[in-house]
């Protein structure tokens, strides 16, 4: 344990220390936010603020893995995955400061983007495992495997998954501190699912979970140093926030978040932990959807539902913290089924 507490307390002052220097080079090359002009009117002055802070999240969760990791063909998988989604969001970003506009990458290069990284995720972890470890398997997956089996089909299925969460978690940033709160909370579960699995291996007994051994350990140092790093961001994001993470941030959050759930066999699991991302997208597709079918009718003032809440008069540290406590519940929920699955496993 002391190997997963150590990279969140290297990636958290990683990030602690050095995002003040990111803030200072960002402001003085004038990569600022540009904000949507159909959002909440408290939010223009925010126009500006340094973006892009995603940058150290990424970096600080790197280095701490490196450090502290076996650097697994899991490990690596999932690091990829994050580094890549970071990447494409960088360039997000950089269009959109580029241009001088709110509108980034167009659909199609961010579509392909992904389609790139789904299928080097899926080639990695379906065709590469640490030692005598099995490699991932094409199976959905809840608590552990199903007896459901994609076969190639299960490349479709990672791209839904990873398109899904980045985009869920990038809508999830609309408020100083939210994804990066939020964030912290569903790590902290999956640091300890991934940690439980390390620990209880199958060779101990035939029911415990068949992810274990130093890929399981791998993963749950990753999640620790995502955790700190989001720790350490948020000390600077925190409302009245001085940077913004940025597309590069959420997406690669988003990306790990994805890529943690599929490695740790708990895909349909992520639902409940990661409750509030769920609903932050819902929201939109519902908005939409009753838009387009009604002919203009709207079912919130404005989505992502966080925006809808601020229109009806809720100060934003009020949205926040709400928020930040309906995704500690949905946590709660989602780690307390892993629990009593586990429970059911312990020889008697």
Same mark, same amino acid.
């Given at each position: 344990?002391?190997?997963?507490?150590?990279a969140?307390?290297?990636?958290?002052l990683?990030?602690?220390?050095?995002?003040?220097?990111?803030?200072?080079?960002?402001?003085?090359?004038e990569y600022?936010?540009?904000?949507?002009e159909d959002?909440?009117?408290?939010h223009y002055?925010?126009?500006?603020?340094?973006?892009?802070?995603?940058?150290l999240?990424?970096?600080?969760?790197?280095?701490?893995?490196?450090?502290l990791?076996s650097?697994?063909?899991?490990?690596?998988?999932?690091?990829?995955?994050?580094?890549?989604?970071?990447l494409?969001g960088?360039?997000?970003?950089?269009?959109?400061?580029?241009h001088?506009?709110?509108?980034?990458l167009? /659909?199609? %290069?961010?579509?392909?983007?992904?389609?790139?990284i789904?299928?080097g995720f899926?080639?990695?972890?379906t065709?590469?495992?640490?030692?005598?470890?099995?490699?991932?398997?094409?199976?959905l997956?809840?608590?552990?495997n199903?007896?459901?089996?994609?076969?190639?089909?299960f490349?479709?299925?990672?791209?839904?998954m990873?398109?899904?969460?980045t985009?869920?978690?990038?809508?999830?940033d609309?408020?100083?501190g939210?994804?990066?709160?939020s964030?912290?909370?569903?790590?902290?579960?999956?640091?300890?699912?991934?940690f439980?699995m390390?620990?209880? /291996?199958?060779?101990e007994?035939?029911?415990?979970?068949?992810f274990?051994?130093?890929p399981?350990l791998?993963?749950?140092?990753?999640c620790?140093?995502?955790?700190?790093?989001?720790?350490?961001?948020?000390?600077?994001?925190?409302a009245?926030?001085r940077i913004?993470?940025?597309?590069?941030?959420?997406?690669a959050?988003?990306?790990v978040?994805?890529? $943690?759930a599929?490695?740790?066999?708990?895909?349909?699991?992520?639902?409940?932990?990661?409750?509030?991302?769920?609903i932050e997208?819902?929201?939109?597709?519902?908005?939409?959807?009753v838009?387009k079918?009604?002919?203009?009718?709207? %079912?919130?003032?404005?989505?992502?539902?966080?925006?809808?809440f601020?229109?009806?008069?809720?100060?934003?540290?009020? %949205?926040? $913290?709400?928020?930040?406590?309906?995704?500690?519940?949905?946590?709660?929920?989602?780690f307390a089924?892993?629990y009593?699955?586990? %429970?059911?496993?312990? /020889?008697?």
């Amino acid at each position: 344990m002391y190997r997963v507490l150590g990279a969140a307390t290297i990636a958290g002052l990683l990030c602690l220390v050095l995002t003040p220097l990111l803030i200072r080079l960002l402001k003085r090359r004038e990569y600022g936010q540009f904000i949507r002009e159909d959002g909440p009117q408290a939010h223009y002055t925010k126009q500006g603020t340094p973006t892009m802070g995603g940058i150290l999240i990424v970096l600080s969760t790197v280095v701490a893995y490196l450090l502290l990791s076996s650097r697994t063909p899991e490990g690596l998988a999932v690091m990829g995955t994050m580094v890549a989604c970071g990447l494409l969001g960088f360039i997000d970003d950089f269009t959109q400061i580029r241009h001088k506009r709110s509108l980034g990458l167009k /659909p199609s %290069v961010k579509f392909l983007g992904q389609v790139a990284i789904a299928l080097g995720f899926t080639l990695l972890a379906t065709h590469y495992a640490y030692q005598a470890s099995p490699v991932l398997p094409t199976q959905l997956s809840f608590l552990g495997n199903t007896a459901v089996n994609l076969g190639w089909f299960f490349f479709i299925w990672v791209f839904i998954m990873i398109t899904a969460t980045t985009n869920a978690v990038n809508l999830t940033d609309g408020l100083d501190g939210l994804a990066a709160g939020s964030m912290i909370l569903v790590m902290a579960a999956y640091m300890l699912i991934a940690f439980t699995m390390f620990r209880h /291996p199958i060779s101990e007994h035939a029911n415990f979970y068949k992810f274990t051994g130093q890929p399981a350990l791998d993963i749950a140092i990753i999640c620790g140093a995502v955790l700190g790093a989001c720790v350490g961001f948020l000390w600077w994001n925190a409302a009245p926030a001085r940077i913004f993470m940025g597309d590069t941030g959420s997406l690669a959050l988003g990306g790990v978040l994805a890529s $943690v759930a599929i490695m740790t066999r708990t895909q349909f699991l992520l639902i409940p932990l990661g409750g509030l991302f769920v609903i932050e997208a819902a929201s939109v597709i519902i908005q939409v959807g009753v838009f387009k079918l009604t002919g203009g009718k709207r %079912v919130f003032r404005m989505a992502p539902i966080h925006h809808h809440f601020e229109l009806k008069g809720w100060s934003e540290f009020t %949205v926040l $913290v709400r928020l930040w406590i309906v995704c500690g519940f949905c946590v709660l929920v989602g780690f307390a089924i892993f629990y009593v699955d586990f %429970v059911t496993r312990v /020889p008697k």
